[in-house]
T-cell receptor, first 114, second 113 residues
Framework: AQSVTQPDIHITVSEGASLELRCNYS??????LFWYVQSPGQGLQLLLK??????LVQGIKGFEAEFKRSQSSFNLRKPSVHWSDAAEYFC????????????FGTGTRLLVSP | NAGVTQTPKFQVLKTGQSMTLQCAQD?????MSWYRQDPGMGLRLIHY???????DQGEVPNGYNVSRSTTEDFPLRLLSAAPSQTSVYFC????????????FGPGTRLLVL
């Protein structure tokens, strides 16, 4: 069965500093991978997704993620964090029996310090 | 397009009460899903549907029923609420073909006393 691990529960980054959120997945075939962001009290917004092709994926709000098959990772990065990026970030993999079933990691809460 | 809408936004129930969480989408998506979000556990799939008249269980289906009589609507029913069902519930929809991406509603926060 698929699984997603986000090893960092909380991360604090200074405004303007770079960010990397870690995501590791367990999946036998080529995975379909997603990063979602959830602001407090809000629903989930898709940041970016990887289905195939170029392993460096660009998303909204200046985020990018790199798929590394050898490391089973799909880490999210941003070169310069803004205070508005404070939120919870979820990595997810689509279930092998259908895109309507996502398996989520437990999330990483990003705190941005001034 | 309104996207995925959910009602109510917040609900308090007593143990044993029943209720229906509503979910609707106006994007003509075939796939719809219900997730629950609990602290430290991410989102877990409750039930899903691949089209009108077709539903199936996800990871945590116990205590919940669903039906899909139309493409647009996918209600989630709690027949006898329990405190363990206190959670935030998200509905999502996605198209069947193309680069399938799930779009999430704003969520329903449920408290069972």
């Amino acid at each position: 069965a698929q699984s997603v691990t986000q090893p960092d529960i909380h991360i604090t980054v200074s405004e303007g500093a770079s960010l990397e959120l870690r995501c590791n997945y367990s999946y036998g075939a080529t995975p379909y991978l997603f990063w979602y962001v959830q602001s407090p009290g809000q629903g989930l917004q898709l940041l970016l997704k990887y289905f195939s092709g170029d392993t460096l994926v660009q998303g909204i709000k200046g985020f990018e993620a790199e798929f590394k098959r050898s490391q089973s990772s799909f880490n999210l990065r941003k070169p310069s964090v803004h205070w508005s990026d404070a939120a919870e970030y979820f990595c997810a993999v689509a279930h092998d029996t259908g895109f309507q079933k996502l398996v989520f990691g437990t999330g990483t809460r990003l705190l941005v310090s001034p | 397009n309104a996207g995925v809408t959910q009602t109510p936004k917040f609900q308090v129930l007593k143990t044993g009460q029943s209720m229906t969480l509503q979910c609707a989408q106006d994007m003509n998506h075939e796939y719809m899903s219900w997730y629950r979000q609990d602290p430290g556990m991410g989102l877990r799939l409750i039930h899903y549907s691949v089209g009108a008249g077709i539903t199936d269980q996800g990871e945590v289906p116990n205590g919940y029923n669903v039906s899909r009589s139309t493409t647009e609507d996918f209600p989630l029913r709690l027949l006898s609420a329990a405190p363990s069902q206190t959670s935030v519930y998200f509905c999502a929809s996605s198209p069947r073909t193309g680069e399938v991406t799930q779009y999430f509603g704003p969520g329903t926060r449920l408290l069972v006393l």
